[in-house]
């Protein structure tokens, strides 16, 4: 059986709160009680997103506030989802070519993927590192003489 990995219209909010929410968590079982699910969808509901399936499975998503992009996926599929990273960067940098990302200190994977794709970090607050995130990276330093 081959497996597939495809976007989706929408992201599926309740998957989403899921793949989230545990970093809710880490700040404390009261920050759960004011992050409900309830107020999580109706709070994203109306915002532009896509989803991820695989095998037509939601599994995570993007959604774009207005203000920045918020990237969740089910940690089983944590290490599985890269192929559709590249559409999905499409359709968010098709909303807006510039955006800051907020990334908590503590989550080394995104940090990575933002170094990875040559995002400058613009500088860290209250355990939040803010990264400038464009469709057109620059992944390397300037050149001599420039």
Request: hydrophobic share 40%.
């Amino acid at each position: 059986m081959t497996r597939r990995l495809t976007l989706a219209d929408h992201a599926d909010l309740d998957v989403f709160y899921d793949a989230d929410s545990p970093r809710y968590r880490g700040a404390g079982e009261h920050v759960l009680k004011l992050v409900t699910k309830e107020r999580f969808i109706r709070y994203y509901r109306n915002c532009p997103s896509i989803g991820f399936e695989f095998d037509g499975k939601p599994i995570g998503g993007i959604i774009y506030d207005g203000k920045g992009a918020h990237i969740a996926v089910l940690p089983e599929y944590h290490a599985r989802w890269a192929l559709l990273l590249r559409p999905a960067l499409q359709w968010l940098f098709s909303i807006k070519s510039e955006m800051l990302v907020e990334v908590e200190v503590e989550n080394a994977a995104c940090i990575e993927f933002m170094k990875r794709n040559g995002w400058p970090a613009l500088g860290t607050t209250d355990g939040w590192i803010t990264y400038r995130m464009t469709q057109h990276p620059r992944r390397h330093g300037p050149r001599a003489g420039s």
